[in-house]
């Protein structure tokens, strides 16, 4: 079928199961009425709704204590958070400020992709200990092939601090017994034994939680999005109540300068 005849079935005519907006009279959300049957809920239910169609009070209290205790630190030396900071310095607005420490949370070290990779992992290392491997040989294989193990592993310093507050809270309200929560913990058992000496952070914790609570990778993806927000913008106010371009200011003598040592000039 040729490119135009495949866009002509969408001309003036998009068909969705997520719902719309009908001028005057109501909002529909995946089935249910915005107004009337989903008006109540707390603002973490109704973005779990929305973007996974689930309804449990319990994983979006446990995704709420994440967004608290995992990710929102205002601290502007945190990569998205500086970005927030120099935003502020730099008098932009709130939220582009915003906007563009979400961005760079779509790293490959840090933020939305170790997540979204610990979960895969924890997936596909439940299921290959089901088919009979051994829990060597599945991380031997994913070190091997990625050269790291996502939620494993930590710059800066070894230990996680969050491990143990989340921890605690996941089992105040009934979670942190599961399958994939005990094999997350295996899994740095043998690793701290290695030479790698990785120990679990906080991107497999909360990816253990969540896939035993029945999150799919792109699930946890989708929920946590906006999650870091809450410490970037306390870093953007900062900023924009002090003096302009003050942030964290280096001078040229402070930087290792390996170019030409002169500029050459131009002869005419």
């Known amino acids: 079928m040729p490119v135009h005849s495949k866009l002509e079935m969408f001309e003036d005519n998009w068909q969705t199961s997520i719902g719309g907006w009908f001028p005057s009279d109501k909002v529909i959300l995946r089935g249910k ?92 290392a439940d299921q290959l200990l089901a088919e009979g491997e051994s829990l060597e040989q599945i991380v031997k294989a994913e ?9 494993y592993g930590r710059p800066i ?37 290695t030479r790698l000496k990785y120990k679990i952070n906080i991107a497999a914790v909360c990816a253990a939680l969540l896939a035993d609570e029945g999150l799919s990778p792109m699930d946890f993806y989708h929920m946590a999005t906006l999650a870091f927000t809450a410490g970037a913008m306390p870093c953007f106010i900062d900023t924009c109540n002090q003096q302009e371009g003050c942030f964290l200011p280096l001078r040229t003598s402070r930087l290792k300068y390996t170019g030409v040592e002169q500029v050459k000039k131009w002869r005419r």
């Open 143 to 151: 070190i091997k092939q990625f050269r790291s193990v996502f939620g």
């Open 33 to 124: 009425d915005v107004f009337t049957e989903l008006n109540d809920k707390p603002w973490m239910e109704y973005l779990l709704y929305a973007a996974t169609g689930k309804e449990s009070p319990k994983i979006a209290r446990l995704m709420e204590a994440m967004w608290v205790i995992c990710t929102s630190f205002p601290d502007p030396r945190i990569w998205n958070n500086r970005v927030s900071a120099l935003a502020g310095t730099a008098r932009s607005t709130g939220a582009l400020a915003a906007a563009a420490s979400v961005a760079v949370t779509e790293a490959t070290i840090y933020g939305l992709k170790p997540i979204k990779g610990a979960t895969d992992f924890l997936y596909r």
């Open 157 to 193: 310093v070894g230990a996680d601090e969050r491990v143990k507050p989340m921890m605690d809270f996941a089992r105040s309200i009934g979670c942190g017994n599961g399958k994939l929560v005990k094999l997350a913990f295996e899994i740095e058992e043998y690793l701290s034994g």
